[in-house]
């Protein structure tokens, strides 16, 4: 695994690109509060800090959600000072399973209007 080094010195552990397991990715996406964060970074397009999403959940189960997604290799995070910031891995994601991010996301845009319409 590599590490980003923040100026604070600390080191945030991430897999490199042949460490990134398939069983992994499914499995951090799976849970419906990470496939919301992975939604809205896939959406914004910039890196985010943990405190920009509203989730309904308590900060520490936010911090464990953000903690599977990096160590599963769909996100990275960084320190930018002493903020924590977040961007989606699309390219290495995109260069091991293509099309499988696209596709989860498509899948979730369409279970999110299921929902909405109250289907």
């Known amino acids: 695994m590599t590490g980003d080094t923040a100026t604070t010195g600390r080191t945030l552990p991430h897999p490199d690109l042949e460490q990134i397991r398939l069983e992994s990715v499914l499995h951090a996406l799976s849970d419906p509060m990470r496939m919301q964060i992975v939604r809205e970074l896939a959406a914004r397009e910039v890196e985010l800090t943990c405190s ?50 696209d596709s989860l996301l498509a899948a979730a845009d369409r279970q999110a209007g299921r929902i909405a319409d109250g289907g």
């Open 52 to 101: 920009q999403f509203e989730l309904p959940v308590t900060k520490s189960t936010t911090t464990h959600h953000f903690r599977v997604l990096r160590e599963s290799g769909v996100i990275r995070q960084v320190y930018r000072g002493t903020a924590k910031m977040n961007g989606l891995r699309r390219d290495d994601l995109d260069g091991l399973f293509p099309g499988l991010l």
